[in-house]
């Protein structure tokens, strides 16, 4: 949990802080946020130290916008240059840092294919929002189930396909850490529609032993905190362990 970032959530209104020290990464995120999660489990995943700041998106503090004109996170920031945009991070992360392994699969065929299933596992992704968020009427949870159930085919079909447990083979790779913050959603509100899938089961259980998944999770309770509240219309940022002493933490690999 700590590795997602433990300073409270800066607001409109609060100072920027001052700029990283040299060669010094720092993400600009939101520590609920599954986007920031993505280049998280990645950065972990490379053994990477760095600094952390975390806004509160419903009141977004005003210079987040220079840092992203989109005012979304994950900003990555480094030397005074940001790029923002969770799969963008996440593979520069990957391709700038040798850390302990590649996480992008070698073989130019195979990551096409783990491209063509993540824009399948997309269909998951929003059909689980339009089961937990928004669908109130038994067609549009209908429709929603049955995206949630394409996807989850698409995913059933290439693990088999490989004989491996993980999208990127042995072990977890860039493609099960882009897929894996809204299957950890999926199982708090829908664990019941994970459980009518035996491979997708098996493929939640062996990514929870997974080192950077067990850094950057939150404990159920404290996540359930926050999606009530997120339901709500008025999300609270600061639930769990918070850190009032300054607005910029660092995040160690070493540290679960």
Partial sequence: MAYMGTGRHLVTGDPEPPRPAEDVLRVYGMKFCPFVQRLKLVMHAKDIDHENINCNLKRKPEWLFEKNPRGKVPVLELNGRTIYESDITSRYIDEVYPGNRKLSTADPWRRAEEHMLLGDLDKSISGFYGVALAATDDEKRKEAFDKINSGYASL??????????????????????????????MHMLLMYQIQQHAVIMKYYHDM???P????????DDVHQ???????????????GDVDDTSPVTMCRSSKL
Avoid: N
Avoid at 161 to 172: E, M, R, V
Avoid at 212 to 219: L, N
Avoid at 225 to 239: E, K, L, M, N
């Fill in 156 to 185: 059933e079909k290439h693990l088999e396909k490989y004989g491996q447990p993980f999208i990127g083979g042995k072990k977890p790779g860039i493609s099960d850490y882009m897929f894996w913050p809204f299957l950890e959603r």
């Fill in 208 to 210: 929870l032993e997974d």
């Fill in 225 to 239: 905190q926050f999606i009530a509240t997120y339901r709500s219309g008025d999300p609270v940022h600061d639930i």
């Fill in 212 to 219: 950077a998944v067990i850094a950057c999770r939150h404990p």
